[in-house]
C-alpha cells in the first residue's frame, strides 16, 4: 500500500508526494525524512499500516545506540577526575588571560590610529608593509598573551603563584608538553 508522506522541496515549498517508504526510515512529526540511521525516536508515532511484516523482514535492520556518542554528554553535571581544573585555578586563569592578551591588542588598536592620524592629519605616508607587520605582531601577541595567561597562571589550588607568573610558567610548561607523550 503506497505512503503518502510530506516533502519538503525547497525553500519551505511543502508538497504531497506518495509512493512507497522504506520502514526503517525516520519520519519526524514536520514529515522530514531524516538522514540519520537508528530506531526512530520514541516521541514519534508510525502507523501500524505502514510497517509490513514482508518488507520488515527483508530489510536491514539498524542497530539501536544505547547513547550518546561521546561519554561526556551523557551527564548533565561534571565529573570530578584528575583532568578536570579546580575553580579556583579557572578563577586565577581569566583575568590574567585577559591582562595578558588586552595589552599587546590594544597596543595594535592604539598603532592603527596612530598610522591613520599619521596619514591623513599630518600627511606622512607609511609603507603598507609596516602597517601589517605591526598589527600582525600586535595581534600575534595577544594570542600567544591568552597562551602565557594559562601557563604562567598556578595550577596549584593551594597556591596563589606571583605577579608576572614566570616561575609558574616555567613549571607549567613541560607538564603540558608531556601531557601528549602519557597517552
Not at 148 to 175: C, H, K, M, Q
Request: with cysteine; net charge neutral; proline share 8%.
Amino acid at each position: 500500500m503506497p505512503v503518502t508522506c510530506k516533502s519538503s522541496k525547497g525553500f519551505g515549498d511543502i508538497t504531497e508526494s506518495s509512493g512507497s517508504q522504506n520502514p526503517n526510515e525516520k519520519v519526524n512529526e514536520r514529515g522530514k525524512v531524516s538522514t540519520r540511521l537508528g530506531p526512530v525516536s520514541p516521541k514519534v508515532k508510525e502507523p501500524a499500516s505502514a510497517i509490513n511484516s514482508e518488507e520488515s523482514s527483508n530489510a536491514i535492520t539498524s542497530v539501536p545506540r544505547t547513547g550518546p556518542l561521546h561519554p561526556s554528554l551523557n551527564s548533565s553535571k561534571p565529573e570530578n577526575s584528575e583532568a578536570s581544573t579546580p575553580q579556583v585555578v579557572v578563577d586565577r586563569m581569566f583575568p590574567r588571560m585577559v591582562t595578558c592578551a588586552a595589552l599587546p591588542v590594544l597596543t595594535g588598536l592604539l598603532l592603527l590610529v596612530f598610522f591613520y592620524f599619521q596619514k591623513e592629519a599630518m600627511g606622512d605616508d607609511f609603507p603598507m608593509w609596516i602597517v601589517y607587520v605591526s598589527q600582525n605582531l600586535t595581534f600575534g601577541g595577544g594570542l600567544l598573551g591568552i597562551t602565557y595567561g594559562i601557563i604562567s597562571t598556578s595550577w596549584d589550588p593551594s597556591r596563589e603563584g606571583s605577579v608576572l607568573g614566570w616561575d609558574e610558567f616555567r613549571a607549567n610548561l613541560p607538564v603540558l608538553l608531556n601531557q601528549g607523550k602519557k597517552r
